[in-house]
């Protein structure tokens, strides 16, 4: 159980158009889901946390306007990259924290976004 | 201020050594969570224990096992008899009661090798 899947695996996008980047939990209810991104070489860094039905919460330095993340359900949650340039080439991964469950994320397969 | 450090950047082995990866964590709170997972090149995260701050016991699953100490702030990781397969970028992380957000720290690349 708590399976998380993000589609598409990868993207190859051309600068300045926008990204739609999908995250699901498949058996499980997430009441607030995560989005980090990864860097070649690097860590994992938090860019916003979403929860069902509410704005999500951007980490400092991270463009709201930029990133648009929508959590439309419980199953389910969206980043946006809008007007995507070549810097915004990353791997990007989602997770997901279950309903009732303790500090416990799942993590998606990731995401990885080229920007040409 | 709440932080993880993995002071090793990059560790290489010979198969069958053991290796230990050094966690060491920041945090106020008296209720928090610790974490290990293991990225292969793959890039898919992989869990691989928890532990709350309200259980200092070690664990040992098969090769792995994990020393907590609380005194210290350390929470490692020990890989008995590596393993070519076992050669992935490991991360430590907190994780906090009240937030739910997981601070990660800066990883370690484990080489192992045949």
């Known amino acids: 159980g708590a399976v998380v899947s993000q589609h598409p695996s990868w993207v190859i996008c051309k600068s300045g158009t926008s990204v739609k980047i999908e995250c699901r939990s498949l058996d499980f209810q997430a009441t607030t889901m995560f989005w980090y991104r990864q860097f070649p070489k690097q860590s994992l860094m938090l860019m916003a946390t979403?929860?069902?039905?509410?704005?999500?919460?951007?980490e400092q330095g991270v463009e709201k306007d930029k990133f648009l993340i929508n959590h439309a359900s419980l199953t389910l949650s969206t980043l946006t990259v809008t007007s995507a340039h070549p810097e915004d080439s990353s791997f990007y991964i989602c997770?997901?924290?279950?309903?009732?469950?303790?500090?416990?994320?799942?993590f998606g397969p990731g995401t990885r976004l080229t920007v040409l | 201020a709440q932080k993880v450090t993995q002071a090793q950047t990059e560790i290489s082995v010979v198969e069958k050594e053991d290796v230990t990866l050094d966690c060491v964590y920041e945090?106020?709170?008296?209720?928090?969570?610790l974490f290990w997972y293991k990225q292969p090149p793959s890039g898919e995260l992989v869990f691989l224990i928890r532990r709350n701050s309200f259980d200092e016991q070690n664990e040992i699953s098969g090769r792995y096992s994990w020393n907590f100490q609380k005194s210290t702030s350390s929470f490692n990781f020990t890989i008995t008899a590596s393993q070519v397969v076992d050669s992935a970028v490991y991360f430590c992380a907190l994780g906090t009661s009240g937030t739910y957000k997981y601070i990660f720290g800066t990883g370690t690349r484990l080489k192992v090798l045949a």
């Open positions: 979403s929860n069902e039905g509410s704005k999500a919460t951007y």
């Open positions: 997770s997901a924290r279950r309903l009732a469950a303790y500090n416990e994320q799942f």
């Open positions: 945090t106020r709170d008296t209720t928090y969570y």
